[in-house]
Structure formats: C-alpha cells, structure tokens
C-alpha cells in the first residue's frame, strides 16, 4: 500500500479561490476573471488572436498578470501558460514559467505546462520551464553504452526520453479515449497497478545499465544488460512518435509497435522509433524471452515499458516475443530467432 503514494498529483476541480480580500476588489477581480476566461476561450480556438491578446496582457503590470494567469483558465482548464505552451509562444513561457503556482496548474487531464510541453515535443518550450535543457545526444543515453564501431555512423535518430505524440489532436484524442475507458472500467486492474508500482521508473527513466552492439548483417545491433538485471525489474521503456496506425508503419518501417489506447473505436495508433526513439529500438526477438512488453497505465496515458521475466546476468542480450501479428503483418520481414 506504500507504493499509492508515488500517485500523481491530485487534479484540479473547479475554480481557484480568489485570495481573502476587501468585497469591492474581490467583485472586480472576478469580473476580470470572467473577462479572461472568455478570452482565453477564444484564444484556444484561434490562435492568431495571440497578437490581439499580447497588446492587451502589455497593457496589465507584471502582479496582476501573474494574478490573472492562476485564476483565469478556458472551459478545458487550460491556463494561459498552457496555452503558450501548446502554441510556442516562448514570450508568454518566459515570463509566466518562474512561477511555481502556475508551473503546477493542470489541464482537465491533469497535465501540467511542462507535461504538455515534453509530449508536444517543444523542445525549447520544455527547456524554459525547467530552467535549462535536459536533452542529450542519442550516443549520451543515462546508463546506456554504445559499442564502438563503424556501424554506429549508420545510425540517424534523435533521443526521445519519453514518447511523444504527433500531434496535439492526437495527444487530446488519446487522454480523451484514455480517460473514457478508465471511467468505464475497461482498463484493467493490473495495469493500473503498474503504473503505480513504476511510477518513479517511468517519470525519471531510471533503469540498469545497458549496452548496445553489433551482432551481424543479419540481425544488427543487440542490447545486453551491463548489470545483473533482478526478476520484475522494469528495464526500459519503448519511446517514439505516437501517430494514428498507417499501411506504410507495417510495410515501411521495422520500429514500429501497436500503441494501445483501451479505445472501443476502430482508429488504431503505433509508436513509431524509425527516427526518434532510445536503446529499446535495438532490443530484439526471440521465441523464449527474458523480457516482456506491458502497456501500464500511467498518470492518464498508456505506456509500453519492458518488464524482466527472470534474473538477467550481465552480458545476456535482452529480448522480448515481438508476437504473430508482427511476422504476419509484415511478411517482408524474415523472423530470426536469438
């Protein structure tokens, strides 16, 4: 029961309640607030208004910006901040991003400025709310070694630490279907227990050792534990690019993975690692694994993360079952079994 600690944050419901002020201010400060909420209802379905709204936010002092951006929020929960984020207004983040009360505000999904900024993939957006960058290069991965090799020039991807989503749309459309499906039960407990279980694993990327080399032609790179890996510890988790599932991810691409999203709808999604991903993308098949591929449910949104099925000694290769679908689907792929 310790473990329901490491639970997100509890999401906000409602409204803020204005700070104890004389009623004549507390009066005109909700009109204000009203005010600014209309506009950023109106500002979050067009965001060219941002030009409009940046003479009149010029025009408000720096404390009763900040006032109006703790209160003020659309119909969605998004706050001004949130809105910067999802549009790259960098000037917006800047200025409002130093303040802790507004760095915690959640969405209605319960994402905070800088949640959404990671899984947006704003880079420079992300940086500002944290107050430098934490990007590395995809060579320099925590805890993971590469092999030297003159088969690591072919290599051209970018380092994602987490997954990402294509799009806005598409991230709202996932959190929408997400939160459904929990509300209707449909995920089942066992998930949810691991996301629980992992939190920490999963929001800091903490995981063994690792290291990266190549095998042959045939197969290409491998990934080996560096340590002795203990039975269901998590190793790793698949990230890349959320997209709604098209032909060519199974025709064109060998790093792509269903994406589930507990959705009763036909849309189905992958995680796409062809140009943006981690060490996982390497980890290879095999018919007896020593690992397995779970999508947790964590903090509102699936996760695929690579859970030990028994004690791994150091310099095992890590494999998992990449299942039939995946040969039967991709019939151009010859199936190779470590």
């Known amino acids: 029961m310790e473990h329901a600690f490491l ?43 941002w030009f409009q709204i940046g003479e009149e936010l010029r025009a408000i002092s720096p404390p009763s910006l900040i006032f109006l951006s703790q209160f003020a929020e659309t119909s969605d929960k998004e ?14 983040i800047s200025m409002l991003g130093s303040e802790k009360s507004l760095l915690e505000r959640r ?3 319960g994402l ?14 992300a940086s500002v709310l944290m107050g430098a960058s934490r990007c590395c290069g ?6 993971v070694e590469f092999e030297k090799n003159d088969f690591l020039e072919t290599i051209h991807c970018e380092y994602l630490a987490q997954p990402i989503f294509d799009s806005l749309d598409l991230l709202d459309e996932i959190l929408t279907a997400t939160q459904k499906a929990k509300n209707d039960e449909i995920i089942t407990s066992d998930r949810i227990w691991m996301g629980v279980y992992y939190d920490k694993e999963i929001q800091q990327g903490i995981h063994p050792r690792m290291n990266v080399r190549w095998i042959n032609e045939e197969i290409g790179f491998g990934v080996y534990a560096a340590e002795r890996i203990l039975p269901c510890l998590y190793v790793g988790e698949y990230t890349g690019v959320i997209q709604e599932r098209k032909s060519k991810h199974i ?25 943006m991903g981690n060490f996982t993308r390497f980890i290879n098949h095999s018919d007896t694994p020593n690992i397995s591929l779970v999508c947790a449910y964590w903090r509102g949104l699936p ?8 004690e791994i000694p150091e310099g095992t290769q890590l494999t998992f079952d990449y299942g039939k679908t995946f040969w039967k689907q991709s019939p151009h792929k010859v199936k190779r079994n470590i």
């Not at 905070?112 to 957006?125: C, D, N, V, W």
């Not at 995809?138 to 805890?143: G, H, S």
């Not at 996760?303 to 028994?310: C, D, G």
């Open 112 to 125: 905070t400025p800088l949640e959404l900024a990671l899984y947006l993939h704003k880079q420079k957006s």
């Open 79 to 92: 706050s001004l901040l949130h809105l910067a984020v999802r549009d790259d207004q960098l000037d917006y």
């Open 7 to 49: 639970l997100p944050m509890p999401k906000i419901q409602g409204s803020y309640r204005l700070p104890d002020s004389e009623p004549w201010r507390e009066s005109q400060a909700q009109v204000q607030i009203a005010y600014w909420c209309d506009r950023l209802d109106c500002l979050a379905h067009d965001k060219s208004l």
């Open 107 to 109: 969405n209605r999904f």
């Open 138 to 143: 995809f060579f320099t991965q925590p805890n």
């Open 303 to 310: 996760r695929l993360i690579f859970i030990s099925l028994q």
């Open 251 to 275: 025709k064109e691409s060998n790093y792509c993975i269903r994406y589930t999203s507990w959705s009763m709808g036909k849309r189905q999604y992958v995680i796409d690692a062809q140009n």
